[in-house]
Every structure is written in structure tokens, then in C-alpha cells.
Nanobody, 124 residues
Framework: QVQLVESGGGLVQAGGSLRLSCEAS????????MGWFRQAPGKEREFVAN????????YYADSVKGRFTISRDNAKKTVYLQMNSLKSEDTAVYYC?????????????????WGQGTQVTVSS
């Protein structure tokens, strides 16, 4: 089992920044891919970004490319999502996720573990 706990959400004005953290515990494997998804009210959960525990390769959704940066600290078993130049359309609940299937942008049905989610609200 892997447990994921997010933190760092909140309310920010458009153009501002937030950093989300996701601390993993339990049986974390080097082959896991860690990532972030988000779900806005009335919309489906969508992929945001991912990073490999080993190697550090990253992948982003087009909507956040150039504004968001995902990173990791292996010693702390923590993944971060630095969000800059936030827009009102970034408002959502952000979920940390972990999976082992080798797909960079998996459907939610293939995610092995989810965090509880953290609310990000961007006011315009």
C-alpha cells in the first residue's frame, strides 16, 4: 500500500503562485510514476503533470506547460507542483496520484493510488 497526502492548496489571485506537496509513505517503488490530476466542478478529473521516481523525466498537459513545474525529493518521498501564472481556469481540486503502468498520461481507471485532494482557488 502507498499513502499519499497533499498539502499547499489555497486561495490566490490570478497571476499568483502556489506550491503543492505530496508526501508518499508505505511501499513506494522506484518504478512508480507520480503525478497530479485535477478536477473542476462539473468536469472530469484530468491529467496535469507527472514525474518518474527514478530518472526524473517529466510530462505536462498542454494547458499547464510553461507555467507549472513538477519536481521530487526522493529522500523525503515528496513530489511538488509549483504553479505560477495561475488562471481562474486552474481552479480545481488537485489530486496526487501514483501508478506503475508505463503510460505517461493514463486514464484515471489505471491509477493505483490517490491522495485525498487539495483545493486550489484562483480569483480573477
Amino acid at each position: 500500500q502507498v499513502q499519499l497526502v497533499e498539502s499547499g492548496g489555497g486561495l490566490v489571485q490570478a497571476g499568483g503562485s502556489l506550491r503543492l506537496s505530496c508526501e508518499a509513505s508505505g511501499r513506494t517503488f522506484s518504478r512508480n510514476i507520480m503525478g497530479w490530476f485535477r478536477q473542476a466542478p462539473g468536469k472530469e478529473r484530468e491529467f496535469v503533470a507527472n514525474i518518474m521516481w527514478s530518472g526524473g523525466n517529466t510530462y505536462y498537459a498542454d494547458s499547464v506547460k510553461g507555467r507549472f513545474t513538477i519536481s521530487r525529493d526522493n529522500a523525503k518521498k515528496t513530489v511538488y507542483l509549483q504553479m505560477n501564472s495561475l488562471k481562474s481556469e486552474d481552479t480545481a481540486v488537485y489530486y496526487c496520484a501514483a501508478w506503475t503502468v508505463g503510460i505517461m498520461r493514463p486514464p484515471v481507471s489505471l491509477i493505483d493510488y490517490w491522495g485525498q485532494g487539495t483545493q486550489v482557488t484562483v480569483s480573477s
